[in-house]
């Protein structure tokens, strides 16, 4: 049986959204902000309008709160920030946990993006996909910014863009992550990195740190303070304060 594909729209508050999206199964979540309620615009009233256009490309087995989380709070930023959903092909594309996530876009149709974003999850199979591969380095090529949250920075690595740039990953999978690029020059001991147009964080809850530094960079600290505290989120300002590289043998 077909799953339902289901949008927050179709719901009053984000609990109802959650219970649904629960009672049926594999459903293809709405990429829309899960505080408050999400103006409904088009595609085409959204690039007309002037707002940014943040693009997030996901991929098959890609980690739900590397995607949900800084997308959340950029989402805060509706009025200044559209938020689409880019993959390679297709209409969907199944996370690591089961949900599944409805695409806006693919590489072929993308409009221009402003910030490019890439999660960590099933990035193993990615840096093997020479398709993705360019794909993804042309909208990286081009992106004024560019964020990865945690090993997206593998594949971001792979495209050979990150020559000569600082970055970090996830320290669990830093072995991994950085044997993609012996040109990078890799920090053990980071909650994300900015180098240039470059944004690269640690482990998944990183790139909600790294999400607020990249809204800082953009529109001011103060703004990304008044979001952090809108969601109750305690925000590690500090880009260097990271406590899981010594956790993981990284750092002494």
């Given amino acids: 049986m077909k799953s339902k594909q289901i949008t927050y729209q179709q719901f009053n508050d984000r609990r109802?959204?959650?219970?649904?999206?629960?009672?049926?199964?594999?459903?293809a979540l709405s990429p829309v902000p899960l505080f408050g309620n999400a103006p409904a615009t088009s595609k085409t009233e959204s690039q007309a309008d002037g707002r940014l256009v943040l693009g997030m490309v996901v991929f098959d087995g890609f980690q739900l709160l590397d995607v949900f989380g800084p997308l959340?709070?950029?989402?805060?930023?509706?009025?200044?920030?559209s938020i689409i959903i880019v993959g390679e092909k297709g209409e969907s594309v199944k996370s690591s946990a089961g949900p599944i996530l409805k695409l806006d876009y693919t590489f072929?149709?993308?409009?221009?993006?402003?910030?490019?974003?890439?999660?960590?999850?099933?990035?193993?199979?990615?840096?093997?996909?020479?398709?993705?591969?360019?794909?993804?380095?042309k909208l990286a090529k081009t992106a004024p910014k560019v964020a990865t949250i945690c090993t997206g920075s593998a594949v971001l690595a792979k495209t050979g863009l990150?020559?000569?740039?600082?970055?970090?990953?996830n320290k669990?999978?830093?072995?991994?992550?950085?044997?993609?690029?012996?040109?990078?020059?890799?920090?053990?001991?980071?909650?994300w990195v900015e180098d240039g147009k470059f944004f690269t964080s640690s482990g998944i809850t990183?790139?909600?740190?790294?999400?607020?530094?990249?809204?800082?960079?953009?529109?001011?600290?103060?703004?990304?303070?008044r979001i952090a505290n809108g969601a109750e989120y305690i925000w590690n300002?500090?880009?260097?304060?990271?406590?899981f590289a010594k956790m993981n043998g990284l750092i002494k």
């Fill in 206 to 225: 990183a790139g909600i740190d790294m999400a607020l530094g990249l809204i800082a960079n953009m529109f001011g600290k103060e703004t990304a303070v």
């Fill in 162 to 169: 990150l020559d000569g740039h600082k970055a970090t990953t």
């Fill in 237 to 243: 300002d500090d880009p260097n304060r990271d406590p």
């Fill in 72 to 81: 959340d709070v950029f989402g805060s930023l509706r009025d200044k920030v």
């Fill in 16 to 27: 109802t959204f959650l219970k649904a999206a629960t009672v049926l199964g594999a459903a």
């Fill in 108 to 137: 072929s149709n993308v409009p221009k993006i402003d910030v490019l974003m890439i999660p960590g999850g099933g990035t193993r199979r990615e840096v093997k996909n020479e398709a993705f591969l360019n794909a993804f380095k």
């Fill in 172 to 191: 669990r999978a830093y072995a991994w992550a950085t044997s993609q690029s012996n040109r990078v020059t890799w920090i053990p001991e980071a909650r």
